[in-house]
C-alpha cells in the first residue's frame, strides 16, 4: 500500500513536503513515482526516485522547484516542493513502478491523493 500525505492550502511562493507511506513491499526493490492531476488536466507524472540507488527524475516544468528523496527506514519517499505557483494546483499521488528504474514504466500500485492547492 502506499498513502500520500501532506498537501494543503498554501500561497504563491510557498513550500510543502509531501510523504509517500509505503507498506507490504521492500521499497528498496522498486521505484516511486509522484503524479499530479489539475482540474480538466490529464495526470502527469512530476518525479521518480529509485530509492535502491538514489536515482531522480522529474519532468522540465519542475526541475529546480521540486526534490523527490527516500527514507528507505522509514519505507516513506517525499516530495518537497518549493516555490509553489498556482499552476501546481493538483491532486498529487504517490505510486510504485513495478521495475527498479524510472525508464520501464509499470506503475501498479497507487495511493490515494493529497490535495494541493496554491491561491493567495
Known amino acids: 500500500q502506499l498513502q500520500a500525505s501532506g498537501g494543503g492550502l498554501v500561497q504563491p511562493g510557498g513550500s510543502l513536503r509531501l510523504s509517500c507511506a509505503t507498506s507490504g513491499f521492500r521499497l528498496d526493490y522498486y521505484a516511486i513515482g509522484w503524479f499530479r492531476q489539475a482540474p480538466g488536466k490529464a495526470r502527469e507524472r512530476v518525479s521518480c526516485?529509485?530509492?535502491?540507488?538514489?536515482?531522480?527524475d522529474y519532468v522540465d516544468s519542475v526541475k529546480g522547484r521540486f526534490k523527490t528523496s527516500s527514507d528507505n527506514a522509514k519505507n516513506t519517499v517525499y516530495l518537497q516542493i518549493n516555490s509553489l505557483e498556482s499552476e501546481d494546483t493538483a491532486v498529487y499521488y504517490c505510486?510504485?513502478?513495478?521495475?527498479?528504474?524510472?525508464?520501464?514504466?509499470?506503475?501498479?500500485?497507487w495511493g490515494q491523493g493529497t490535495q494541493v492547492t496554491v491561491s493567495s
Open positions: 505510486a510504485r513502478n513495478y521495475y527498479r528504474n524510472c525508464v520501464e514504466i509499470d506503475y501498479d500500485i
Open positions: 526516485i529509485v530509492p535502491s540507488d538514489g536515482t531522480t
